[in-house]
């Protein structure tokens, strides 16, 4: 007798569902299966075989064989096990096939059929829902990544026991299926780490602040670069504050990559609030991009939709910066593995804080040690590639002992709201389009959305030719200049919107091209 159980397999945040087929047969008694497996599916007849054991269940001596199609792709990971495991049970007419139909199954099984967690339920359950299916058994450690879905039942069983307790339509009594469970004000940022932190704290610095507000509000890269103890890190560590919240899409998708790292509890199935990760400039290429033997998504997809800071940035590897180039261009990460390549979202905003060499005192020749081949060296390990991948530069310089003790600052609420403003205005300029902030903009997009008087174009030629600009570094020269107008509510990019977009330009030149 053949059974049918349906799974999913995932590969980075995206699924395809995997048809699990069992059949008994008579025949030399043995356990087999096929469809290109990994070692730890080969090995789960045996806890499979087991598990159903200690449930009270005799297996008679047949020839059981089970196999995972579509064949062509290679199965990996312990979601399979409670699938497999009932699939077997249906073969043998413990289960009826009609009751397996339509509904996903994931769970490892121990030998006394306890079922684990496993990463990814969310995605897993997000690509049941796209596939059709109305229901999903997943461990009970999961079960709180799936009370975001709405017209899913999602069925949380603790052991074998249980879940084959709910295909007989035995009630599963207080672990009975979860119920879609959703309140928008859940996400506001409440996170402790960001109740203390607030712009209001860092005295003077209009021009990084300035710069950072326009960073927010198009969802621009960011460089603050500038002596020791001038408030760079205070400034990247307070811009989530100024982010708009979470739309519930956005949370699901970076809840989805959350997921498939582990990073998902009991307490929390979803992440409510924007990314903000900063590595440890020691930090290797495989846990900043992502990857290893069992893959995971990096620092840099576990920052998308969010910030992420890398401080001290020429401390961290060239080789690992210049990873970097192809996530800040495709916002996405492709891992090239030996069967198959994945892919993870990499959708982040870059803030980066840096010294201008390694005393951190240049260009103040009267406290700068370093000479002029150390500033070259040191500046050197930022390549103008990733520099021509920033919008804004800015220096952060030493404040005047008046500046310090000076009044109230803008808040980050105040700021915030400056930023909505220019989301707002964004989000409906591109409600028909593909993109949701100006740093998107690209190809013949620029001549809807960056149109240009003459007056402008003049003045944006001779500025392009006075600082030898790349192609690139002209569209991000664009982009800046259509969230500085987006700020000040004007519909035309103005000459002033383009001076200050420069102005941010000339800071990396300056330190880069002549700064010794």
């Known amino acids: 007798m053949i059974s049918i159980v349906s799974s999913i397999l995932l590969a980075g945040i995206e699924g395809t569902v995997i048809r699990i087929e069992a059949d008994v047969s008579d025949g030399m008694p043995m ?62 007419g413990y289960l009826s096939q009609e009751k397996l139909e339509d509904i996903i199954i994931v769970g490892e099984l121990s030998l006394n059929g306890i079922i684990h967690g ?3 339920v969310l995605p897993i359950i997000y690509c049941a829902k796209q596939n059709g299916f109305k229901k999903c058994m997943i461990p009970y450690e999961n079960r709180k990544e799936g009370i975001v879905f709405e017209d899913m039942e999602i069925i949380p069983v603790q052991n074998l026991e249980e879940a084959i307790a709910y295909f007989h339509g035995e009630s599963l009594s207080e672990n009975d299926y979860l119920e879609f469970e959703y309140d928008n004000k859940n996400f506001a940022c409440n996170s402790s780490s960001l109740k203390h932190k607030d712009f209001s704290d860092i005295r003077g610095q209009s021009q990084a602040k ?111 910066i ?19 390549n994945i892919s993870y979202p990499a959708d982040f905003m870059l803030v980066c804080a840096m010294n201008p060499c390694p005393c951190g005192y240049f260009p103040n020749r009267e406290r700068c040690l370093c000479s002029e081949i150390q500033v070259k060296r040191y500046l050197g390990r930022v390549s103008r590639p990733i520099l021509d991948r920033i919008d804004l530069c800015v220096e952060v310089l030493p404040l ?53 008087n003459k007056e402008e ?16 570094a002209y569209h991000r020269i664009l982009r800046v200049a259509r969230t500085i107008a987006d700020l000040d509510e004007e519909e035309m990019i103005q000459k002033n919107h383009l001076a200050e977009a420069f102005f941010y330009r000339g800071v990396d030149n300056q330190y880069w091209e002549n700064g010794v």
């Open 118 to 120: 496993i990463t990814g």
């Open 400 to 452: 005047a002992y008046n500046q310090l003790i000076k009044g109230e600052e803008k808040t980050s609420k105040d700021l915030k709201r400056i930023v909505e403003v220019a989301r707002n205005i964004q989000r409906e300029r591109y409600r028909e389009w593909n993109i949701r902030f100006n740093s998107q903009i690209c190809g013949e997009q620029f001549k809807y959305f960056c149109p240009l």
């Open 322 to 340: 210049e990873l970097l180039r192809q996530p800040l261009e495709e916002k996405k990460v492709r891992i090239t593995r030996l069967r198959g």
């Open 457 to 472: 174009q003049i003045f944006l030629e001779k500025m392009f030719n006075k600082f030898k600009l790349s192609a690139r």
């Open 210 to 320: 300035r710069a950072a507000v326009i960073a927010a509000a198009g969802f621009h890269n960011l460089l603050l670069i500038g002596p020791p103890g001038t408030g760079k890190t205070m400034i990247a560590e307070r811009m989530n504050t100024i982010l708009p919240e979470l739309s519930f899409e956005e949370s699901m998708e970076i809840s989805k990559i959350y997921s498939v790292a582990g990073l998902l509890n009991e307490q929390n199935g979803r992440i409510k609030e924007r990314p903000f990760r900063a590595p440890h400039n020691s930090i290797t290429d495989t846990a900043l991009v992502g990857g290893g033997v069992t893959p995971k998504p990096g620092e840099i997809s576990l920052a998308s939709g969010g910030i992420l800071f890398l401080d001290e940035l020429p401390e961290f590897r060239k080789g690992t």
């Open 31 to 92: 356990f087999s299966m096929v469809g290109i497996l990994a070692s730890e599916i080969k090995e789960s007849k045996e806890r499979v075989r087991i598990a159903i054991k200690n449930q009270g269940y005799c297996l008679q001596p047949k020839r059981i064989t089970v196999n995972l199609s579509p064949a062509d792709l290679r199965k990996e990971g312990t979601a399979f096990n409670l699938p497999i495991a009932l699939a077997v049970l249906a073969s043998f």
